[in-house]
T-cell receptor, first 117, second 109 residues
Framework: NAGVTQTPKFQVLKTGQSMTLQCAQDMNHNSMYWYRQDPGMGLRLIYYSASEGTTDKGEVPNGYNVSRLNKREFSLRLESAAPSQTSVYFC????????????????FGPGTRLLVL | QKEVEQNSGPLSVPEGAIASLNCTYSDRVSQSFFWYRQYSGKSPELIMSIYSNGDKEDGRFTAQLNKASQYVSLLIRDSQPSDSATYLCAVTGTYKYIFGTGTRLKVLA
């Protein structure tokens, strides 16, 4: 049981290049999330998928797109990378997400360190 | 006002002492509260979750929730050097998880 896995672990891009960050979970969770973590800013939600087939914007969605490929996989795409997107990206999953009410714990992947030059 | 506020620290405590970490939040409808530990260069890992007012204990860790005052705290008893990390408070609002910026804890041997 690997939990949440992310690839790649580290990536260097030039401004304007594109790339896709991959995330997969084997816990049969319904909900998945993408965060970025910057010094002094904490974890900020980029996009989330409450269930297979749905995606919604989080706090900082500009410059990103996502795809919920199936229940296990949730990818994050940078179409034209900018230096401001240099960050550590974390994928997380939780059993389910529902508007309002009590929420379950999120489980995090190991992260992808992205440097945009 | 930030939605979830934590003192960034560092909070330094001697080995064996009690470390007290605090978090305040602004959304009164928040119902779920979490403490995560994050070692440098690693991902956050869950320490405690708490959903109702009062104390919740798990080993050396105690989470305390006071919804009327809108704060949640984490006590670490018998602090060890291995507890040195950044502790993130997370609160669920109307439809999302909101994280504080974290408090860096240093346990001095």
């Amino acid at each position: 049981n690997a939990g949440v896995t992310q690839t790649p672990k580290f990536q260097v891009l030039k401004t304007g290049q594109s790339m896709t960050l991959q995330c997969a979970q084997d816990m049969n969770h319904n909900s998945m999330y993408w965060y970025r973590q910057d010094p002094g800013m904490g974890l900020r939600l980029i996009y989330y998928s409450a269930s297979e087939g749905t995606t919604d914007k989080g706090e900082v969605p500009n410059g990103y797109n996502v795809s919920r490929l199936n229940k296990r996989e949730f990818s994050l795409r940078l179409e034209s990378a900018a230096p401001s997107q240099t960050s550590v990206y974390f994928c997380a999953s939780s059993p389910f997400y529902k508007r309002g009410g009590f929420q379950e714990t999120q489980y995090f992947g190991p992260g992808t360190r992205l440097l945009v030059l | 006002q930030k939605e979830v506020e934590q003192n960034s620290g560092p909070l330094s405590v001697p080995e064996g002492a009690i470390a007290s970490l605090n978090c305040t939040y602004s959304d009164r409808v928040s119902q779920s509260f979490f403490w995560y530990r994050q070692y440098s260069g690693k991902s956050p890992e869950l320490i405690m979750s708490i959903y109702s007012n009062g104390d919740k204990e798990d080993g050396r860790f105690t989470a305390q929730l006071n919804k009327a005052s809108q704060y949640v705290s984490l006590l670490i008893r018998d602090s060890q050097p291995s507890d040195s990390a950044t502790y993130l408070c997370a609160v669920t609002g109307t439809y999302k998880y909101i994280f504080g910026t974290g408090t860096r804890l240093k346990v001095l041997a």
